[in-house]
């Protein structure tokens, strides 16, 4: 069987209830899987709301580097290398 290269979450109703943050089992199960693969989470929420919500818990990760962070309906990008750097930002004004 071939293993997966990334896996792509939705936050609300995948990660989450909607307008919730994670719960810790579901933190738990994200970061064991940063540990393997690189992970996206794509969201209509802004990058506040996943900072709070799921970033603020994954502080301990040494594998943030391979989490992609897609608020505002992805046309917003953020990565990690020493604290979280917008790559683009496609939002209209």
């Known amino acids: 069987m071939n293993c997966p290269k990334i896996a792509l979450f939705d936050l ?3 990660l989450a209830e909607s307008f919730q943050s994670p719960a810790p089992e579901m933190i738990a199960r994200l ?3 940063l ?3 690189p992970v996206a989470i794509i969201t209509g929420a802004g990058f506040s709301r996943i900072d709070d ?3 603020s818990q994954l502080n301990g ?3 943030l580097n391979r989490l992609y962070v897609l608020p505002n ?3 917003q ?3 990690w290398a020493n604290g979280w750097n917008e790559e683009y930002n496609l939002t209209l004004s």
């Open 53 to 55: 919500g799921i970033l």
């Open 61 to 63: 990760s040494n594998r």
């Open 31 to 33: 970061s064991a899987l």
């Open 35 to 37: 540990d393997s693969i």
């Open 73 to 75: 309906s992805s046309s």
């Open 12 to 14: 609300d109703e995948t």
């Open 77 to 79: 990008a953020y990565t």
